[in-house]
């Protein structure tokens, strides 16, 4: 399909224009950066919220009951489930498909689950692409579903604007060494499954954590949920409203943004690396001239880079 012609039909919402959009940019070939270049112009409106933690943790099915939520307001709403299941085995995928199933029919609702490519942690290098590009495309409101683990936390919190760090009533000991992560990028801290015991000694946990870190302007609130039931899930929309307005008024929002550009352009030229070192021509005749020692890494590096 001609370039245009697929964005045209996906800002008009065609959902299978769209799935094709997302397709392309998470390819990585050229038609997919032409993709994005274009839409990136017109973004910059949408608010992207991220919800990490561990896997099974609720996200999902949270993830849907905030989108049921936000339909209220929002006339469109975007969802990126980015999957930890490898290229080969779509079981994970589907299963988050069927999980957000509740809109199956709501064709204002956009789902789409990405795998992450051998990409370490639990974001896909696409993922933050694609979002750019939704934005472009209009959508006001853009979830991120990401596993919580090591780096993405970092990672979520370059690519979203509000970022949601969920925990399970009786967190286990592991997540104990993750705290230091979770603080530095938690926005806004959800206990879910609050329906079983132990919901309010961990509340008391993260309070007592957040106690001894650092003082900063915006404090975490640390909400309740049942993700299942959809108890909690008004009272987290307005604490990502509240948080939005903070942000706003503070001015740190450029702060977030900017940081937003420098880690899609690290990203962007991260990219080019890979791409020109997996296009195998040019790099076998230089892998030859290092092997042979008429050349060494750091200087074939340097010139890969400034012939680009
Ligand atoms: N009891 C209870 N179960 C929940 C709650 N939220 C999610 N679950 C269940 O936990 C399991 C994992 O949920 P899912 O949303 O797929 O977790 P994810 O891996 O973090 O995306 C599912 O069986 C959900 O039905 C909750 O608040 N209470
Ligand atoms: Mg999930």
Redesign the pocket.
């Known amino acids: 399909m001609e370039i245009n012609v697929l964005i045209d039909a996906a800002s008009s919402g065609d959902a299978r224009a769209l799935g094709k959009l997302c397709s392309l940019v998470e390819d990585g070939d050229a038609q997919g950066r032409l993709l994005a270049a274009k839409l990136y112009p017109f973004g910059g409106t949408a608010w992207t919220t991220g919800?990490t933690?561990?896997?099974?943790?609720?996200?999902?099915?949270?993830?849907?009951e905030l989108a049921i939520e936000v339909r209220g307001d929002a006339e469109r709403v975007a969802i990126l489930?980015v999957d930890p299941s490898s290229p080969l085995s779509g079981g994970a995928i589907l299963?988050?498909r069927v999980?957000m199933g509740a809109h199956g029919g709501d064709e204002a609702v956009f789902i789409r689950s990405l795998a992450n490519r051998g990409h370490l942690g639990g974001i896909s290098r696409a993922t933050s692409v694609i979002a750019a590009c939704l934005d472009g495309l209009g959508f006001p409101e853009i979830f991120i579903?990401t596993?919580g683990v090591g780096q993405s936390e970092v990672e979520i919190a370059s690519s979203a604007d509000t970022t949601i760090v969920?925990l399970?009533a009786g967190w286990g000991d592991d997540v104990q060494a993750a705290k230091a992560g979770f603080l530095e990028v938690a926005d806004i801290f959800v206990v879910?499954?609050?329906?079983?015991d132990g919901a309010d000694a961990t509340v008391k946990d993260i309070e007592a954590m957040l106690e001894i870190g650092p003082t900063t302007e915006w404090r975490p609130p640390v909400l309740k949920?049942?993700?299942?039931?959809g108890?909690g899930v008004p009272e987290l929309w307005r604490a990502v409203g509240d948080h939005r307005k903070f942000l706003m008024d503070s001015g740190q929002i450029e702060h977030r943004r900017r940081k937003r550009a420098a880690h899609d352009l690290a990203s962007a030229l991260r990219a080019n690396i890979d791409h020109s070192l997996s296009s195998e021509q040019p790099t076998s005749s230089l892998l030859d001239a290092i092997v042979a020692r008429r050349t060494d890494p750091w200087s074939a590096a340097d010139r890969l880079l400034h012939s680009r």
């Open positions: 919800v933690g561990t896997p099974g943790s609720g996200k999902s099915t949270l993830v849907s489930a299963g988050d999980r579903e596993v969920m399970t879910n499954k609050s329906d079983r949920t049942v993700a299942t039931t108890k």
